[in-house]
């Protein structure tokens, strides 16, 4: 069946630093690749997208590039801020059924 | 707001009573998905909707948990005789999508808290 994995979490970083979450998947098919971000006492949001192989989802400073040979979708910031202090999950979508399979989530802390 | 309305917010119950948690989706979208989220874990689905019609509930854990969408918008999740185990974050998302057209995002609720004791 369809999986997500993430690595192992949490992660603390001083701001303005890079920031790399990686995210590899299982799929039947062709999936769509999201990654949604819960920030403390909200719901989840969908930071970024992407649809087809090699297509690169970008929204709010944050990049994921899909690569269908390595099976990836990793979140990468160059310069994170402690307002992105939130929880991230990497998920997957497959038309023929349209239920979003996630990740664990990572916790990221950003300090001053 | 005309965002995913959950209610309540949260719910405390003890065991073996039964609940019932309420979504509200946006206005207009045709699908509607329950999904579950335990403490330090992802979502995972339950069940979805297209319009009124129930088209997928392989998520459901048990027969204790039922769900409908009788007019094609308001949806309810029951669950009957609580078990402990059933204790989670309960997610309603909805989407313009159909199935099968994946480019639409889900957006989701702030989820109900379930605690049962």
């Known amino acids: 069946g369809d999986s997500v994995t993430q690595m192992e979490g949490p992660v603390t970083l001083s701001e303005e630093a890079f920031l790399t979450i990686n995210c590899t998947y299982t799929?039947?098919?062709?999936?769509?690749l999201f990654w949604y971000v819960q920030y403390p006492g909200e719901g989840l949001q969908l930071l970024l997208k992407?649809?087809?192989?090699?297509d690169k989802g970008s929204n709010k400073g944050f990049e994921a590039t899909y690569r269908k040979e390595t099976t990836s979708f990793h979140l990468e910031k160059g310069s994170v801020q402690v307002s992105d202090s939130a929880v991230y999950f990497c998920?997957?979508?497959?038309?023929?059924?349209?239920?979003?399979?996630f990740g664990k989530g990572i916790t990221l802390s950003v300090r001053p | 707001g005309a965002g995913v309305s959950q209610s309540p917010r949260y719910k405390v119950a003890k065991r073996g009573q039964d609940v019932a948690l309420r979504c509200d989706p946006i206005?207009?979208?045709?699908?509607l998905f329950w999904y579950q989220q335990a403490l330090g874990q992802g979502p995972e689905f339950l069940t979805y909707?297209?319009?009124?019609?129930?088209?997928?509930k392989s998520g459901l854990p048990s027969d204790r948990f039922f769900a409908e969408r009788p007019e094609g918008s308001v949806s309810t999740l029951k669950i009957q005789r609580t078990q402990q185990e059933d204790s989670a974050v309960y997610l309603c998302?909805?989407?313009?999508?159909?199935?099968?057209?994946?480019?639409?995002?889900?957006?989701f609720g702030d989820g109900t808290r379930l605690s049962i004791l």
């Open positions: 998302a909805s989407s313009l999508a159909r199935a099968g057209v994946s480019n639409q995002p889900q957006h």
């Open positions: 799929a039947t098919g062709y999936p769509s």
């Open positions: 992407a649809t087809k192989a090699d």
């Open positions: 998920a997957l979508l497959t038309g023929a059924n349209s239920k979003l399979t």
């Open positions: 206005s207009g979208h045709v699908s």
């Open positions: 909707f297209q319009n009124e019609a129930q088209l997928d």
